[in-house]
């Protein structure tokens, strides 16, 4: 897997971003609302008045339901903001403790915790992070419990020579115990050419 997963229209719009057809509803209200009030029409009234109680539905539903896509995409935002700081026990406790570093997919074959254990203390020395823009993350599910996302980022390292951009890959699950940890981590692209495996 090179990219996220596409998430569906209804997800989309009513669980993860409801805010458009929330606002297109109380529009709708306003809307009918003037109308009722000109026109004396109680059944515009009553028109409105389901709007913004349909408004009122969506946003709570929104509120209540998590989707996997939202849990992949704060699991992730928390792990890059450890990353952020250098902090490396910020990092492994949103690890899975079987985690695994891909090189170019997630499906490529995976180098095990102790290997990706080692590329992230790096983030604590030389190549501690001086600063960091997500430019994108998107997330997408697989099933109930898991997720894929797509982060995309430009960031200025200690050793490199100004901002490198970079995409990668976080496969998301949920635990047995309902938390939700990162169990895979692939490296996509770097500096506009694809990944290579890191040299130790």
Known sequence: MTSA???????RFLLENPWPLCIMLLLAAIVLAKFALDRADQRMLLGSLGCVLASAAVFVTAW???TPGEHARRVVRTFVDAAEAGDMQGMQAVLAPD???HIGALTAPGMDRSELDRALSMLEGRHRIESNTVTALR????SADAAVAELSCFT???SSFGPVQSTWLFRVEQTPQGTWNIRRIAGVSMAGRAAERPPW
Request: overall charge neutral; cysteine-free.
């Open 5 to 11: 997963p596409t998430t569906g229209l209804l997800t």
């Open 64 to 66: 209540i339901v998590v």
């Open 99 to 101: 985690a695994s570093l």
């Open 139 to 142: 997330a997408g599910p697989l």
């Open 156 to 158: 200025t390292t200690s």
